[in-house]
């Protein structure tokens, strides 16, 4: 996930490979802790989830401290990175396409207190 969110050009692989890894028999036994099917793409979605409100809390907090322009970048580049590789995997049909409006809503009322939050939803749309 680490590795999506930095390396945009590789983006669609990455959520290729999800898919695959989602489908894959050899996966399944190891991933179902709780009998269920669907526990790759639950985690999956948890850890995108829990980048995603990272983004949104720290918004104005590590922006407003920080005069480290490398930090500033890397932080832009995670959150660019989650939104696309989150659009990624809606375009592969891995995530609800209700999952689109609700980041859309959240983005737009966080462009007040996050920077990176019209430039995350351009890149979603």
Same mark, same amino acid.
């Given at each position: 996930? @680490?590795?999506?969110?930095?390396?945009?050009?590789?983006?669609?692989?990455?959520?290729?490979?999800?898919?695959?890894? @989602?489908?894959?028999?050899?996966?399944?036994?190891?991933?179902?802790?709780?009998?269920?099917?669907?526990?790759?793409?639950?985690? *999956?979605?948890?850890?995108?989830?829990? +980048?995603?409100?990272?983004?949104?809390?720290?918004? /104005?907090? /590590?922006?407003?401290?920080?005069?480290?322009?490398?930090?500033?970048?890397?932080?832009?580049?995670?959150? *660019?990175?989650?939104?696309?590789?989150?659009?990624?995997?809606?375009?592969?049909?891995?995530? /609800?396409?209700?999952?689109?409006?609700?980041?859309?809503? @959240?983005?737009?009322?966080?462009?007040?207190?996050?920077? @990176?939050?019209?430039? /995350?939803?351009? +890149?979603?749309?």
């Amino acid at each position: 996930f @680490e590795k999506a969110t930095v390396q945009h050009h590789f983006i669609p692989m990455y959520a290729d490979l999800c898919v695959r890894l @989602e489908s894959d028999a050899r996966i399944m036994p190891a991933m179902a802790l709780d009998g269920r099917p669907d526990c790759f793409k639950i985690c *999956l979605l948890n850890r995108c989830q829990e +980048a995603f409100e990272s983004l949104l809390k720290s918004g /104005s907090s /590590s922006c407003d401290g920080c005069d480290d322009d490398e930090a500033m970048h890397l932080r832009k580049q995670r959150a *660019l990175g989650n939104v696309k590789f989150v659009g990624q995997l809606l375009i592969r049909g891995m995530l /609800s396409s209700r999952l689109l409006l609700q980041c859309a809503q @959240e983005l737009l009322r966080a462009r007040g207190q996050c920077a @990176e939050a019209l430039e /995350s939803l351009a +890149a979603l749309l």
